[in-house]
Protein backbone atom coordinates (compact mmCIF):
# COMPACT_ATOMS: atom_id res chain seq x y z
CA UNK A 1 0.00 0.00 0.00
CA UNK A 2 1.73 3.40 -1.19
CA UNK A 3 1.89 6.05 1.60
CA UNK A 4 -0.16 9.08 1.49
CA UNK A 5 1.90 12.55 1.17
CA UNK A 6 1.89 14.01 4.36
CA UNK A 7 3.66 10.51 5.61
CA UNK A 8 6.40 11.24 2.23
CA UNK A 9 6.92 14.83 3.26
CA UNK A 10 7.94 13.59 6.51
CA UNK A 11 10.40 10.92 5.03
CA UNK A 12 11.99 12.93 3.09
CA UNK A 13 12.16 15.61 5.26
CA UNK A 14 13.59 12.85 7.89
CA UNK A 15 15.85 11.70 5.34
CA UNK A 16 17.60 15.13 4.70
CA UNK A 17 17.84 16.30 7.53
CA UNK A 18 19.80 13.40 8.84
CA UNK A 19 22.14 13.41 6.21
CA UNK A 20 21.06 10.77 3.83
CA UNK A 21 20.66 13.33 1.42
CA UNK A 22 23.42 16.55 1.05
CA UNK A 23 22.95 19.91 0.15
CA UNK A 24 23.23 20.05 -3.33
CA UNK A 25 22.59 16.39 -4.30
CA UNK A 26 19.59 16.12 -6.91
CA UNK A 27 16.15 14.11 -6.30
CA UNK A 28 15.95 12.05 -9.21
CA UNK A 29 11.92 11.60 -9.37
CA UNK A 30 12.18 8.18 -10.71
CA UNK A 31 14.45 7.06 -7.94
CA UNK A 32 12.13 9.24 -5.08
CA UNK A 33 9.11 7.36 -6.27
CA UNK A 34 10.90 4.04 -5.16
CA UNK A 35 12.28 5.26 -2.23
CA UNK A 36 8.89 6.73 -1.11
CA UNK A 37 6.57 4.31 -2.63
CA UNK A 38 4.28 7.13 -4.33
CA UNK A 39 3.21 8.22 -8.09
CA UNK A 40 5.45 10.55 -9.79
CA UNK A 41 2.71 13.02 -9.49
CA UNK A 42 2.69 12.60 -5.24
CA UNK A 43 6.64 12.75 -6.10
CA UNK A 44 6.45 16.02 -7.38
CA UNK A 45 4.08 17.39 -4.60
CA UNK A 46 6.01 16.49 -2.13
CA UNK A 47 9.10 18.33 -3.99
CA UNK A 48 6.64 21.53 -3.99
CA UNK A 49 5.91 21.11 -0.52
CA UNK A 50 9.60 20.65 0.58
CA UNK A 51 10.75 23.58 -1.51
CA UNK A 52 7.70 26.06 0.31
CA UNK A 53 10.22 25.02 3.78
CA UNK A 54 13.16 25.68 1.89
CA UNK A 55 14.55 22.48 2.25
CA UNK A 56 14.33 21.06 -1.89
CA UNK A 57 15.25 23.85 -4.75
CA UNK A 58 13.40 23.48 -7.94
CA UNK A 59 15.14 24.47 -11.02
CA UNK A 60 13.61 24.09 -14.81
CA UNK A 61 16.33 22.18 -16.13
CA UNK A 62 18.25 20.48 -13.55
CA UNK A 63 15.02 19.54 -11.46
CA UNK A 64 14.97 19.09 -7.49
CA UNK A 65 17.88 19.25 -5.35
CA UNK A 66 18.58 19.75 -1.53
CA UNK A 67 18.93 22.89 -1.14
CA UNK A 68 22.04 24.77 -0.26
CA UNK A 69 22.21 27.98 2.06
CA UNK A 70 24.74 30.90 2.20
CA UNK A 71 26.45 32.10 4.84
CA UNK A 72 24.56 35.51 4.53
CA UNK A 73 21.55 33.27 5.29
CA UNK A 74 22.89 31.42 7.72
CA UNK A 75 23.43 35.10 9.96
CA UNK A 76 20.05 36.55 8.72
CA UNK A 77 18.10 32.75 10.07
CA UNK A 78 20.08 32.96 13.47
CA UNK A 79 19.21 36.71 13.82
CA UNK A 80 16.07 36.20 13.61
CA UNK A 81 16.06 32.38 15.18
CA UNK A 82 17.65 33.99 18.55
CA UNK A 83 14.52 36.67 19.26
CA UNK A 84 12.43 33.78 18.68
CA UNK A 85 14.30 31.82 21.07
CA UNK A 86 14.24 34.27 23.58
CA UNK A 87 11.21 35.00 23.41
CA UNK A 88 10.33 31.65 24.15
CA UNK A 89 12.02 31.38 27.21
CA UNK A 90 10.48 34.86 28.31
CA UNK A 91 6.81 32.89 28.38
CA UNK A 92 7.82 30.34 29.63
CA UNK A 93 9.47 31.95 32.35
CA UNK A 94 7.00 34.72 32.88
CA UNK A 95 4.62 31.45 33.89
CA UNK A 96 7.82 29.69 36.05
CA UNK A 97 6.09 29.75 39.17
CA UNK A 98 2.84 27.35 37.69
CA UNK A 99 3.09 23.71 39.33
CA UNK A 100 2.04 22.22 36.25
CA UNK A 101 4.81 24.04 34.21
CA UNK A 102 7.68 23.43 36.91
CA UNK A 103 6.55 19.48 36.29
CA UNK A 104 7.61 19.93 33.00
CA UNK A 105 10.81 21.61 33.11
CA UNK A 106 11.42 19.35 35.58
CA UNK A 107 11.14 16.33 33.23
CA UNK A 108 12.96 18.15 30.16
CA UNK A 109 15.77 18.66 32.69
CA UNK A 110 15.72 14.95 33.92
CA UNK A 111 16.13 14.15 29.97
CA UNK A 112 18.93 17.03 28.88
CA UNK A 113 21.10 15.24 32.27
CA UNK A 114 19.97 11.76 30.60
CA UNK A 115 21.64 13.28 27.51
CA UNK A 116 25.14 14.64 28.93
CA UNK A 117 25.42 11.25 31.02
CA UNK A 118 25.57 9.28 28.43
CA UNK A 119 27.72 11.62 26.31
CA UNK A 120 30.91 10.93 28.03
CA UNK A 121 33.89 11.70 25.33
CA UNK A 122 32.03 12.98 21.98
CA UNK A 123 28.91 13.26 20.85
CA UNK A 124 27.73 12.53 17.01
CA UNK A 125 26.60 15.62 15.40
CA UNK A 126 22.96 14.38 14.56
CA UNK A 127 22.55 13.26 18.16
CA UNK A 128 23.62 16.90 19.30
CA UNK A 129 21.01 18.27 16.90
CA UNK A 130 18.20 15.95 17.68
CA UNK A 131 18.85 16.83 21.27
CA UNK A 132 18.77 20.66 20.70
CA UNK A 133 15.54 20.00 18.98
CA UNK A 134 13.96 18.06 21.70
CA UNK A 135 14.99 20.68 24.42
CA UNK A 136 13.80 23.53 22.10
CA UNK A 137 10.42 21.80 21.09
CA UNK A 138 9.76 20.97 24.75
CA UNK A 139 10.55 25.17 25.44
CA UNK A 140 8.48 26.12 22.21
CA UNK A 141 5.51 23.51 23.73
CA UNK A 142 5.47 25.03 27.05
CA UNK A 143 5.28 28.72 25.86
CA UNK A 144 2.12 27.85 24.38
CA UNK A 145 2.24 29.35 21.35
CA UNK A 146 2.27 26.87 18.15
CA UNK A 147 3.30 29.91 16.18
CA UNK A 148 6.61 30.64 18.03
CA UNK A 149 6.96 26.47 17.48
CA UNK A 150 6.51 26.36 13.71
CA UNK A 151 8.59 29.62 13.29
CA UNK A 152 11.67 27.56 14.59
CA UNK A 153 10.85 24.44 13.42
CA UNK A 154 11.42 26.22 9.88
CA UNK A 155 14.43 28.23 11.14
CA UNK A 156 16.22 25.17 12.26
CA UNK A 157 15.83 22.95 9.00
CA UNK A 158 18.86 24.45 6.92
CA UNK A 159 21.32 24.35 9.90
CA UNK A 160 20.40 20.50 10.67
CA UNK A 161 21.62 20.20 6.63
CA UNK A 162 24.61 22.56 7.55
CA UNK A 163 25.69 20.60 10.47
CA UNK A 164 25.80 17.05 8.21
CA UNK A 165 28.51 19.00 6.56
CA UNK A 166 31.49 18.46 8.84
CA UNK A 167 30.18 20.90 12.00
CA UNK A 168 31.65 18.19 14.91
CA UNK A 169 30.99 19.02 18.92
CA UNK A 170 34.25 17.06 19.98
CA UNK A 171 35.81 20.21 21.32
CA UNK A 172 33.86 21.45 23.49
CA UNK A 173 30.97 19.46 23.60
CA UNK A 174 30.31 19.07 27.43
CA UNK A 175 29.74 23.16 27.59
CA UNK A 176 27.28 22.77 24.73
CA UNK A 177 25.49 20.48 25.93
CA UNK A 178 25.68 21.51 29.72
CA UNK A 179 23.94 25.02 28.57
CA UNK A 180 20.35 23.07 28.29
CA UNK A 181 20.83 22.30 31.67
CA UNK A 182 21.67 26.10 32.70
CA UNK A 183 18.97 27.58 30.99
CA UNK A 184 16.04 24.85 32.45
CA UNK A 185 17.98 25.35 36.04
CA UNK A 186 17.48 29.09 35.88
CA UNK A 187 13.95 28.73 34.40
CA UNK A 188 13.32 26.78 37.67
CA UNK A 189 14.73 29.13 39.86
CA UNK A 190 12.74 32.19 38.36
CA UNK A 191 15.84 33.64 36.41
CA UNK A 192 14.44 34.72 33.39
CA UNK A 193 17.53 36.84 32.87
CA UNK A 194 19.72 34.33 33.40
CA UNK A 195 17.70 31.60 31.22
CA UNK A 196 18.11 34.21 28.65
CA UNK A 197 21.80 34.89 28.92
CA UNK A 198 22.54 31.25 29.06
CA UNK A 199 20.58 30.77 25.87
CA UNK A 200 22.26 33.49 23.72
CA UNK A 201 25.69 32.13 24.62
CA UNK A 202 24.43 28.62 23.66
CA UNK A 203 23.33 30.06 20.45
CA UNK A 204 26.26 31.74 19.79
CA UNK A 205 28.48 29.02 20.03
CA UNK A 206 26.73 26.98 17.61
CA UNK A 207 26.14 29.83 15.43
CA UNK A 208 30.38 30.49 15.15
CA UNK A 209 30.79 26.43 14.93
CA UNK A 210 28.59 26.55 11.61
CA UNK A 211 29.89 29.84 9.97
CA UNK A 212 33.37 28.40 10.29
CA UNK A 213 32.59 25.11 8.14
CA UNK A 214 34.41 25.56 4.75
CA UNK A 215 32.81 27.44 1.89
CA UNK A 216 31.79 23.98 0.14
CA UNK A 217 29.06 23.98 3.07
CA UNK A 218 27.54 26.95 1.30
CA UNK A 219 25.83 27.84 -1.78
Known amino acids: MRQDIDAAVEQLKR ?40 IVQLDKNRGASVRKVSREEVYNIFEVLEEVSILIIRKVGSRSEDEEMRRHLGESLAAARKFHDRSVNIVRVLDYMDENARFWGDLADLAGNPVLSDIRIRLQAPLFRLAMEGLTVSGNHEQWIARHEEIISALLDSNTTQATRHARTSMHDVWKAILELPDSAFA
Open 15 to 54: DILQGRFVPGQRLVEVDMMSHLDITRGRVRDVFKRLQAEG
